[in-house]
Nanobody
Framework: QVQLVESGGGLVQTGGSLMLSCAVS????????MGWFRQAPGKEREFVAR?????YYADSVKGRFTISRDNAKNTVYLQMNSLKPEDTAVYYC????????????????WGQGTQVTVSS
C-alpha cells in the first residue's frame, strides 16, 4: 500500500513563496509518475505539475512553480513562487503507475491535502 503525506501549506501574501513536500511510503517510489493537483472551493480538482524523469506543468503555474523529487528520500516537492490569490486551494500529492498522463483519473494514490491560502 502506498501512502502519501503532504506538508508545507499555509498562509502567504501575494508574491510570496511556499514549498510543499510529499513523503511517500513504498519501495517503488522512483518508478511512479508523481503529481500535484489542487482544488479550490466550488471547483474541480485540477492538474498543477507532475514529474517522471521529466517535468510537466499547467500553463497557469509555468514559470512560477517547480516540481522536483528526491528518490533517496521518497519525497516530491513543489516550490511555489510569485503566488497569486487564484493559487488558493487545497493541494494534493498523487502517484500514478502510468508515466504518460496528467489526468487525475489515472492517479491511484492520494494524500490528504494541504491548504494554501494567498492573501491579496
Amino acid at each position: 500500500q502506498v501512502q502519501l503525506v503532504e506538508s508545507g501549506g499555509g498562509l502567504v501574501q501575494t508574491g510570496g513563496s511556499l514549498m510543499l513536500s510529499c513523503a511517500v511510503s513504498g519501495r517503488t517510489f522512483s518508478s511512479y509518475n508523481m503529481g500535484w493537483f489542487r482544488q479550490a472551493p466550488g471547483k474541480e480538482r485540477e492538474f498543477v505539475a507532475r514529474i517522471t524523469s521529466s517535468t510537466y506543468y499547467a500553463d497557469s503555474v509555468k514559470g512560477r512553480f517547480t516540481i522536483s523529487r528526491d528518490n533517496a528520500k521518497n519525497t516530491v516537492y513543489l516550490q511555489m513562487n510569485s503566488l497569486k490569490p487564484e493559487d488558493t486551494a487545497v493541494y494534493y500529492c498523487a502517484a500514478s503507475s502510468s508515466l504518460y498522463t496528467s489526468d487525475r483519473r489515472w492517479f491511484s494514490y492520494w494524500g490528504q491535502g494541504t491548504q494554501v491560502t494567498v492573501s491579496s
